[in-house]
């Protein structure tokens, strides 16, 4: 059984940075492409960024959604089957609750690991509020 257990969430000040960490267990991490999402209250669930499935060689091309190029940064270790999303610059129009998502799919495209159905695992969770 696969499960994506978040951490890192908060309270957090406009301007202020965070880490999510999203650990992978029962499944092989390496073979998947894992992806973040967000749902703010009231609001659908928005495609946040996404890390492609492999090694060193063969993986870690990354897809933002254009609100957080160059704010946030996702990057995955491995051995730690672990996947993180670095959150600088935060903006009140961030505060959501994040989760993360574990997709078999071997497509690596911007309609695929941005659309929720391609994503065969899910997390819980984390809160992020950001706010002064």
């Known amino acids: 059984q696969v499960q994506l257990v978040e951490s890192g969430g908060g309270l957090v000040q406009p301007g202020g940075s965070l880490m999510l960490s999203c650990t992978v267990s029962g499944g092989t991490f390496s073979t998947y492409t894992m992806g973040w999402f967000r749902q703010a209250p009231g609001k659908e669930y928005e495609f946040v960024a996404a890390?492609?499935?492999?090694?060193?060689?063969?993986?870690?091309?990354?897809y933002y959604r254009d609100s957080v190029k160059g704010r946030f940064t996702v990057s995955r270790d491995n051995v730690k089957n672990t996947v993180y999303l670095q959150m600088n610059s935060l903006k009140s129009e961030d505060t959501a609750g994040y989760y993360c998502?574990?997709?078999?799919?071997?497509?690596?495209?911007?309609?695929?690991?941005?659309?929720?159905?391609?994503?065969?695992?899910w997390g819980q969770g984390t809160q992020v509020t950001v706010s002064s």
């Open positions: 998502a574990a997709a078999t799919t071997r497509f690596f495209t911007p309609h695929v690991v941005g659309t929720r159905a391609n994503y065969n695992y």
């Open positions: 890390i492609k499935w492999g090694g060193s060689r063969t993986g870690g091309n990354t």
